[in-house]
C-alpha cells in the first residue's frame, strides 16, 4: 500500500474512532451537532486570520496553560496529568485557567505554579440564554480576560475535558503556540494537535493522561495523588484525640454535599446512615461541613457523631484519619480516595466508569440500569430517581464490607509481626 493510500486509510478510521467517541462521551442530538459545524464554518475563518506557529521542539517549553473547568473533585483526577506535566517540565511555569475555588487545593499541593481565575461561560450553573448572551457582562469578561492571555505568550496550551468547540476555542484565542486537546465533540480546527480517544480508557484521569501521551511525554504511575504536610497530618491525630476518639476506635467520614444539589443523595439518608454506623458498627462518625457551615443540629444528639467545619488543610488532615469516607461524586469523595482513604461513592446521574475514585479498595454504589444516565445535570424527572432509588440499607452494607475488609486485612498484618 503506497503512503497516500495509508494516510487516506488513517484519517477514515480516525474520522469513524471520534464518531464512536461523540456517541459514547456525549449526548448530542442531530440539532446540536448541526450548530457545532454552523460555528466551526463561522469561526474557521479565524485560524486562518490569526495563524499561530506551533512549538514541536519541546525543550523550548517555558510557558504552559492548562484550561479547567471543573471543580475540586476534577483536580484532584487530574492530578497524575499535572504531577506527569511537572515531571516532564520541572522548571516551566505551569499555569490553569479555572474557578476562583481551585486555588487552595492547587496551592496546597503545588500542582501548578499559578491559578489564572477565570469564569467560562458554560461551565456556570446558568440557563443558556444567560450564558450565552452576547450583550452580557459574563461573556465580555470572558472574551477580554482570554484575549489578554496572549501578552504572556504560552507556549504549551491543553485541554482536559472531553472535546468540545468552546474550550478549544478559548485555547486558540489565549494564544498557546501548541494547544493539544479533544477534538471530537467540535473545535478540532482551533487545535495544533488532536488526540485521538481511546474507548478502552474512559476515565476522567486516564483520558487527561492521554494527552500528554500523545506529544511523546511518557506517564508515570502516581504512587500518592495528594501529599499531607506533617503539621496537618498532627492536626488530625489532635482533633480526634480532642473529640475522644481513640486510634482503636473504628472512624467513618462523612459529607452530605456536591458540587450540584442533583449530585446529592440526602442529608437525611446520610443522618439514619450515620446512626446505623454508630449503634450497628460500634465506630465513631466524623461529620464534614463545607468551611464557614455550621454543622447540622442534629450533631449534639449523639456523641459518637463529631461536626467538623474546617479550612482545607485542616479538613486533608482529619480526612486522612479516617479509615472510611462515605460520600457523594463529589469533591470531598475524590480527596478522601486521593490521600488513599477506602472510600464508599455514592453515583446518581454521573458514569462511575468516568468519575470514580481512584485506587483500589474503593465501593461505589449506583442505581443500575437507568437508561437516562449521563444525563449532564439537567434531569428530566420530578424525581432524581438515580439516588431516590438507592437505599440506606445498601449503602450501610457497602460501608460494612469496606470497614470489615480494612479490619481483615489489619489482623493479617498483626499476625504476621
Not at 464518531?19 to 448541526?34: D, E, K
Not at 520541572?90 to 479555572?98: R, S, Y
Not at 476562583?100 to 461551565?123: F, H, S, T
Request: include cysteine; proline fraction near 6%; charge should be positive.
Amino acid at each position: 500500500m503506497n503512503s497516500r493510500a495509508t494516510i487516506l486509510n488513517s484519517i477514515e478510521s480516525r474520522a469513524a474512532l471520534e464518531r464512536a467517541a461523540l456517541a459514547v462521551h456525549t449526548n448530542y442530538g442531530l440539532g446540536h451537532r448541526i450548530v457545532i459545524s454552523m460555528v466551526e464554518s463561522l469561526l474557521g475563518p479565524l485560524v486562518r486570520v490569526f495563524p499561530t506557529k506551533s512549538l514541536s521542539d519541546l525543550s523550548r517549553v517555558q510557558k504552559i496553560m492548562v484550561l479547567e473547568a471543573g471543580h475540586l473533585g476534577d483536580v484532584v483526577q487530574l492530578t497524575p496529568f499535572l504531577q506527569n506535566l511537572r515531571r516532564r517540565f520541572p522548571n516551566a511555569h505551569i499555569a490553569v485557567l479555572g474557578r476562583p475555588g481551585l486555588k487552595n487545593l492547587l496551592d496546597v499541593q503545588n500542582l501548578a505554579d499559578e491559578l489564572i481565575p477565570i469564569q467560562l461561560p458554560w461551565a456556570q450553573w446558568l440557563p443558556l440564554w444567560r450564558a450565552y448572551n452576547p450583550f452580557s457582562l459574563l461573556l465580555l469578561r470572558f472574551f477580554r480576560d482570554i484575549l489578554r492571555l496572549r501578552r504572556r505568550e504560552f507556549d504549551l496550551g491543553f485541554v482536559t475535558n472531553l472535546g468540545d468547540y468552546r474550550p478549544n476555542l478559548a485555547l486558540f484565542l489565549a494564544g498557546a503556540r501548541r494547544r493539544v486537546g479533544y477534538g471530537f465533540a467540535g473545535g478540532g480546527l482551533f487545535l495544533t494537535d488532536i488526540v485521538a480517544p481511546d474507548l478502552s480508557r474512559m476515565h476522567r484521569f486516564e483520558m487527561s493522561l492521554r494527552l500528554l501521551e500523545h506529544i511523546g511525554i511518557p506517564v508515570i504511575p502516581s504512587e500518592k495523588l495528594l501529599a499531607l504536610s506533617p503539621e496537618d497530618a498532627q492536626f488530625g491525630r489532635e482533633f480526634l484525640a480532642s473529640n475522644g476518639i481513640d486510634e482503636s476506635d473504628a472512624v467513618v467520614g462523612i459529607h452530605s454535599g456536591a458540587g450540584y444539589a442533583i449530585k446529592e443523595w440526602g442529608e437525611d439518608r446520610f443522618r439514619e446512615l450515620a446512626d446505623k454506623i454508630v449503634s450497628e458498627l460500634g465506630a465513631k462518625v466524623i461529620w464534614f461541613s463545607d468551611p464557614g457551615q455550621p454543622p447540622p443540629k442534629f450533631i449534639g444528639d449523639n456523641k459518637d457523631i463529631v461536626g467538623a467545619s474546617l479550612p482545607l488543610r485542616q479538613f486533608l488532615g482529619v480526612l486522612s484519619c479516617c479509615h472510611t469516607f462515605v460520600g457523594n461524586d463529589s469533591g470531598p469523595m475524590h480527596m478522601a480516595a486521593g490521600l488513599g482513604v477506602r472510600v464508599v461513592a455514592i453515583f446518581g446521574p454521573e458514569l462511575p466508569e468516568w468519575f470514580g475514585p481512584l485506587g483500589a479498595g474503593h465501593q461505589v454504589v449506583v442505581r443500575e440500569a437507568m437508561w437516562c444516565r449521563p444525563c449532564w445535570r439537567k434531569c428530566r424527572f420530578a424525581e432524581r430517581y438515580c439516588l431516590s432509588l438507592i437505599s440506606v440499607e445498601e449503602v450501610k452494607q457497602a460501608v460494612f464490607n469496606v470497614v470489615g475488609r480494612l479490619a481483615r486485612q489489619e489482623n493479617v498484618a498483626e499476625a504476621r509481626l
